[in-house]
């Protein structure tokens, strides 16, 4: 267990606005810890003092500075402790949104004796209090950093504790298995039919790789992908992000040549924020300029999740100008559908800027290469610290296939922590500090 005890301040009482900087209809000023209800009473006069008010209500009232003057008008949400998003006493005031509005409240509470939150804190108590597990705060975080719809999906998904669920099934098959060991070491004239160790070990294994099949989805809906569009001169790349985003953003012309310098846009597909980036033109150049965009063009291709290929389909067939790295994703097109094709070929997908032809198509095949054959109900691994744990869990679990009961046991402890560390059940305190260390303040 996280050992809470060599994790300073957890006595104090903290406060942070909660919403986002900026003007805002309304907005919120939360305190946590014992001393949340006293300072509300000094803060907020209304129809009652918050200290005297069951938990669930909420009162309207004045906000008040140091000596009396008003601040504002507005609510107190009081929560008590366990009923309460951190498992303990809160207070929340819900003031007209203005920044200078929730920096003086802000400022009062910490007067009256909280202390600043630390990005992640009143989540970080959440976790403490065992009312989240870690994969369940990780998931808050991506909540909180979702912009569309897929990453908010899963990470509601992984907040209601759909991932813990998954990783607890194989947690059990695992147990199982041990101790079947454990019942043929102590009774060995008995014996464990083997497939009472097998079938429960084959069928983690599988999971875990199903599992692990989903992290790559998991990062990409989070953190979003980059596509970058590639080919020769002239093979259509700037008409066919302009066709993708829906408008003129990258300059088009019949001369070869148009785009050097490379050109970024964003958009929502599949669910999942992409950027598109538009290239120069794959050739030997004289020109220094064009030869840097094309430098360019090599490196971005490197570095993107998924590389679009452009072939002129109207002109004879020329080879890619390019080696795509080993395991690169691609998708080969065939530009200029709407023209007499020149050539043809199954792998490449055939598409036009000018009509859209296609374009359905490519965006279903982004939207695989993106998300591989993840289901939309299923819960995803939702970070690289997720993942790490889940592969380290199925090296251990093949282990263990293959090697005698003793050393066998040995591995299956070891997938069991692997996977403990995966729900945060057993893990050190940097790990949990890393984690909380990407959340902002007020969460
Ligand atoms: N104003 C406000 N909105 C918010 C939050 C918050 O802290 N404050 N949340 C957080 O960031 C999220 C909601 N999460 C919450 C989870 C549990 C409890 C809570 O008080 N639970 C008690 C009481 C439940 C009940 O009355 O049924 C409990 O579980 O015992 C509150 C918020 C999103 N919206
Ligand atoms: N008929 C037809 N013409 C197209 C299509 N896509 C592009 N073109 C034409 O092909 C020419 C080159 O298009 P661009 O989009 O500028 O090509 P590019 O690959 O960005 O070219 P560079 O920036 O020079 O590397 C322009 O005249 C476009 O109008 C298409 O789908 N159908
Ligand atoms: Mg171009």
Request: proline share 5%; glycine share 10%; hydrophobic share 45%.
């Given at each position: 267990?996280t050992?809470?005890?060599s994790?300073?301040g957890?006595?104090d ?16 000023v ?5 001393q ?18 069951p938990?669930?209500?909420f009162?309207?009232g004045r906000?008040?500075?140091?000596g ?10 009081v929560?008590?402790?366990p009923h309460?998003y951190?498992?303990?006493?809160v207070a ?27 990005p ?23 909540l909180v ?9 899963q990470?509601?998904l ?25 019942a ?24 875990l ?18 596509i ?20 003129e ?8 040549g ?16 992409v ?30 999740d998924?590389?679009l290929?452009?072939?002129d389909?109207?002109?004879p067939?020329?080879?890619?100008p ?7 994703r691609?998708?080969h ?5 709407d ?9 490449y ?8 032809q296609?374009l ?20 995803w ?5 997720q ?20 050393l ?5 402890e070891?997938a ?24 902002c303040?007020?969460k």
């Amino acid at each position: 267990m996280t050992r809470i005890s060599s994790r300073s301040g957890l006595s104090d009482t903290i406060a942070a606005v909660a919403t986002a900087p900026g003007h805002a209809g309304v907005g919120v000023v939360r305190v946590s810890g014992p001393q949340a209800l006293h300072i509300a009473d000094a803060l907020f006069s209304g129809r009652r003092r918050p200290s005297s008010t069951p938990g669930g209500r909420f009162l309207f009232g004045r906000l008040l500075a140091e000596g009396g003057e008003v601040l504002d008008e507005g609510l107190c949400l009081v929560f008590r402790a366990p009923h309460s998003y951190t498992g303990e006493d809160v207070a929340e005031f819900q003031t007209h949104g203005s920044p200078a509005v929730l920096g003086e409240v802000l400022t009062r509470a910490l007067d009256l004796g909280a202390r600043p939150a630390r990005p992640g804190e009143f989540t970080l108590r959440a976790y403490l209090a065992g009312r989240l597990d870690l994969a369940q705060a990780e998931a808050v975080l991506n909540l909180v950093e979702s912009s569309t719809e897929t990453a908010r999906r899963q990470a509601t998904l992984g907040l209601s504790g759909a991932l813990g669920e998954r990783v607890d099934a194989i947690a059990r098959d695992l147990t199982l298995t041990l101790s079947s060991i454990a019942a043929l070491l102590d009774y060995p004239e008995e014996g464990v039919p083997e497939e009472e160790r097998q079938v429960p070990l084959a069928r983690a294994a599988a999971e875990l790789e199903a599992l692990l099949g989903t992290a790559r989805a998991g990062r990409v809906a989070n953190q979003g992908a980059r596509i970058a569009l590639i080919g020769a001169p002239n093979a259509g790349k700037s008409s066919l992000l302009n066709a993708l985003l829906g408008y003129e953003r990258s300059i088009v012309t019949p001369l070869a040549g148009t785009t050097r310098d490379y050109l970024e846009a964003g958009l929502s597909l599949a669910g999942v924020p992409v950027t598109l980036v538009d290239t120069a033109g794959l050739r030997d150049t004289e020109d220094v300029v064009e030869a840097a965009g094309v430098r360019q063009a090599h490196a971005l291709a490197q570095g993107a999740d998924v590389v679009l290929t452009l072939s002129d389909g109207s002109q004879p067939r020329e080879p890619l100008p390019l080696a795509l790295p080993a395991g690169a994703r691609a998708i080969h097109l065939r530009t200029k559908a709407d023209l007499p094709a020149a050539w043809d070929d199954p792998a490449y997908l055939p598409v036009s800027a000018a009509t859209g032809q296609g374009l359905p198509q490519l965006r279903e095949a982004l939207g695989r290469e993106l998300l591989g054959d993840t289901a939309r109900g299923e819960a995803w691994l939702g970070s690289e610290r997720q993942a790490d744990a889940a592969r380290r869990a199925l090296e251990h679990v093949r282990l263990a296939q293959e090697l005698p009961d003793d050393l066998a046991s040995i591995e299956l402890e070891e997938a069991l922590l692997a996977l403990a560390e995966l729900t945060g059940r057993d893990v050190q305190d940097d790990v949990v500090d890393a984690v909380f260390r990407n959340f902002c303040v007020g969460k």
